[in-house]
């Protein structure tokens, strides 16, 4: 298989030298403990660097493999400029390539999921097994070679029922490390086994930093989701010496369910910790199982279980959240009765996707076990909610009046998030220095 690299003639261009010597003083320049300036988050040539150094460079979650449960099933993920299908193959493995065919160029697979015998090219119907391999050309000259035209390869790791791609050839090896981390966590709830109940896109007129920034912290949650505070407490990412007293009773409430919580993860074997290794290695990660409010079992009104089948082996759907966060692009929440993902797809510098995908056991059914409203209601409220502050944000920081100003101590995994990001952004730029290019 031949090995993906990104030609010089096809990478991206960042505009003259002068353009990417500005970008560099900015990178250098940044200012710890308060937001990035402008350009950052509005300049095309910014995003530019962001998809090569960022989405081009680290692991990004693509999807659940819940989402592929059949041989031939896909589907498709853009990222900026990049198109990618995730497919299970024959053999029943998941596999990715870039969506883009070897004969011309062509778009291969449009649609965002969908099931496929094999991948057939629209243009002039060159025809790839789920595995890649061009199987059909038509008629072509003496010593065409098939083998040598298989889909580009792109790279893939299942992490508990969840797909990681990585676009570079030479992904950050460090994955092994972080998946040895939070399996445990997570794989009580077989996501691989799981179903999918429902999926929403919502593109946001935001920065993609602006929307992973918004997620990193719950100063806003109080004011601002209505919705997610009956379970989510808003003393999330606050110190207990600086929690503010009108949420005391709540903060009292969240250590009574944690002790009730940490009981059932024993029980089910369940680890809880706080691990947060958001920045100093390149996968970026953070997870803990966390107790919800309420009835404390799942994100709903009332914190009562939106679907009455247990997920995985779990014995009780009193176990709160396992909170994931991996950077670049992706978040999620596992409670007893459902799991939820997102994931951060930049699209321009002003263009966002967030996927949303629930996730029910699969003898689950709807209208029996589950109320699509009452199991989405939540998170749709919050996307929505999120999404007007990040469009809020991506308007203010492109006034010429805009200048970055300082994280509060709860905003401290924001802070984090983007020190991440410039360290990113800087082994990026080193390793291609050393190339010479
Ligand atoms: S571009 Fe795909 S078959 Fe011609
Ligand atoms: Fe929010």
Redesign the pocket.
Known sequence: MDELTLAPENRIAEGDRETRNEIDRLIDGRRPGYSLPSPFYTSPDFFARDLEAIFASTWIFAASVAEVPEAGDFVTVDIGTYSVIIIRDDDGAIRAHHNV??????R?LNDLTGSVGNIV??????TYTPGGELIS?GVQAPGFDMACFSLRPVEVRVIGGLIFICLSPTPPEDIDEVAAVIEPYIAGHDIAGAKVAAQSDLIEDSNWKLVMENNRECYHCEAGHPELTCTFFPTYGYAPEEIPKRLQPAYQRYLDAEEQLHENCERNGLPYALVEELSGRPTGFRIERAALDGKGESYTMDGSAASAKLLGDLDTFVLGRASLHVQPNTWFHAMGDHVVTFSLLPLAADKTLVRTTWLVAPDAEEGVDYDLENLTTVWIKTNEQDAHFCELAQSGVSSPAYEPGPYAPTESQVDDFVTWYIERLKAHRDATDSRGE
């Open positions: 065919c070897r004969h011309r160029g062509t291969l090219c629209g243009y002039h119907q060159w050309a």
